[in-house]
T-cell receptor, first 111, second 115 residues
Framework: GQQLNQSPQSMFIQEGEDVSMNCTSSSIFNTWLWYKQDPGEGPVLLIALYKAGELTSNGRLTAQFGITRKDSFLNISASIPSDVGIYFCAGPETSYDKVIFGPGTSLSVIP | EPEVTQTPSHQVTQMGQEVILRCVPISNHLYFYWYRQILGQKVEFLVSFYNNEISEKSEIFDDQFSVERPDGSNFTLKIRSTKLEDSAMYFC?????????????FGPGTRLLVL
């Protein structure tokens, strides 16, 4: 089945720094999703991407849908302590019945 | 803003007992899902449900699991005889429709601990 890989696995950064994380796939996705999960909470959708090459922003977050449809990145500018959490890339399978999640990138922000 | 709610937030049970996890999806949504997340691992799909029947299920969703929409608002996941390895966070999700631009909205989860 389709699988997603994320890098890095974890990041420790100083408050105010910019962050970049990647997601790659073994096969094509037609939609890319980025979720954030706070400890003990459910995933919350940050950004959805629907077209190859699309670049979308949501406040300090920017994500891009790779041209090959097999990758995506998420950037966070000027990080703040509340950015701490696990960031998952995800994409619906062809049937759109289920969403496949990557293993996540854990972000820690040092004040 | 409408949201998916789940109860209970935490459940502790003995191995072999039955548990029912409850979800109230967003009110105008028609598609419902259960996912689980074992501690420290990624979120995994269990089952999708539409029009009062299962539309897709994963290999994790074996005969011990069942889902039901008992009334117009609730969506439940039952584990008939829990095992230690069923300990996980269970997330309910819902979407208005199915397709490339439809978003699944997740609830806060139920943390299940099987002893």
């Amino acid at each position: 089945g389709q699988q997603l890989n994320q890098s890095p696995q974890s990041m420790f950064i100083q408050e105010g720094e910019d962050v970049s994380m990647n997601c790659t796939s073994s096969s094509i996705f037609n939609t890319w999703l980025w979720y954030k999960q706070d400890p003990g909470e459910g995933p919350v959708l940050l950004i959805a991407l629907y077209k190859a090459g699309e670049l979308t922003s949501n406040g300090r977050l920017t994500a891009q849908f790779g041209i090959t449809r097999k990758d995506s990145f998420l950037n966070i500018s000027a990080s703040i302590p509340s950015d701490v959490g696990i960031y998952f890339c995800a994409g619906p399978e062809t049937s759109y019945d289920k969403v496949i999640f990557g293993p996540g990138t854990s972000l820690s922000v040092i004040p | 803003e409408p949201e998916v709610t789940q109860t209970p937030s935490h459940q502790v049970t003995q191995m072999g007992q039955e548990v029912i996890l409850r979800c109230v999806p967003i009110s105008n949504h028609l598609y419902f899902y259960w996912y689980r997340q074992i501690l420290g691992q990624k979120v995994e799909f269990l089952v999708s449900f539409y029009n009062n029947e299962i539309s897709e299920k994963s290999e994790i969703f074996d005969d011990q699991f069942s889902v039901e929409r008992p009334d117009g608002s609730n969506f439940t996941l039952k584990i008939r005889s829990t095992k230690l390895e069923d300990s996980a966070m269970y997330f309910c999700a819902s979407s208005a429709d199915r397709g490339p631009q439809e978003t699944q909205y997740f609830g806060p989860g139920t943390r299940l601990l099987v002893l």
